[in-house]
């Protein structure tokens, strides 16, 4: 048996039944799991959509085999709470010379979760180490600015203490 945290429920799946040996964690998260918030564009770990947090830390879901998720803790996008404030601040943000962080919205869930896990590490991180932490994912609709944003204003409610 292979037993997986996700998102707070820990889940067992038989290595032999559910799991091919070549599975990857973003197809039994996706495709056996139904967990749809995860998108997977590139497939090679070079866009980072399916970016997911193992352990407190932002992994691309696209490069890891399922059976390397044996004993972890995996948060989706779907374990985030609705009121969470990288969400919030996500759907927020939208002003004047940075522009919207959520266009198409396909990238969304795999900055959402890389911001996540740089603000768990770097509560108060400069808008260097934001542009660092977020340099693997892609968005095609060019929102890169209004995300960085985004973060940077979740950070500043978070010094405020205006969030958990």
């Known amino acids: 048996m292979v037993r997986i945290k996700i998102n707070g429920r820990w889940r067992e799946l038989d290595r032999d039944k559910d799991l091919a040996p070549a599975m990857t964690l973003s197809y039994l998260l996706k495709e056996v799991l139904g967990l749809t918030g995860i998108k997977v564009s590139c497939d090679e770990g070079a866009c980072g959509a399916c970016t997911v947090i193992m352990d ?4 691309l879901s696209c490069m890891m085999l399922a059976l390397q998720a044996d004993g972890h803790e995996i948060t989706t996008i779907e374990g985030l709470a609705k009121d969470d404030p990288v969400v919030e ?3 927020a943000q939208s002003e004047p010379g940075y522009g919207t962080a959520l266009q198409c919205g396909y990238c969304t869930p795999g900055f959402v979760m890389t911001a996540k896990a740089l603000l768990a590490e770097n509560p108060v991180p400069t808008l260097g180490e934001v542009k660092e932490a977020l340099s693997g994912n892609i968005c095609r609709c060019g ?4 995300i960085a944003q985004a973060v940077l204003r979740t950070s ?9």
């Open 143 to 146: 929102c890169y600015a209004a």
């Open 89 to 91: 601040a996500f759907a």
């Open 156 to 164: 500043e409610k978070v010094r405020a203490g205006g969030c958990r």
């Open 56 to 59: 407190g830390k932002a992994v």
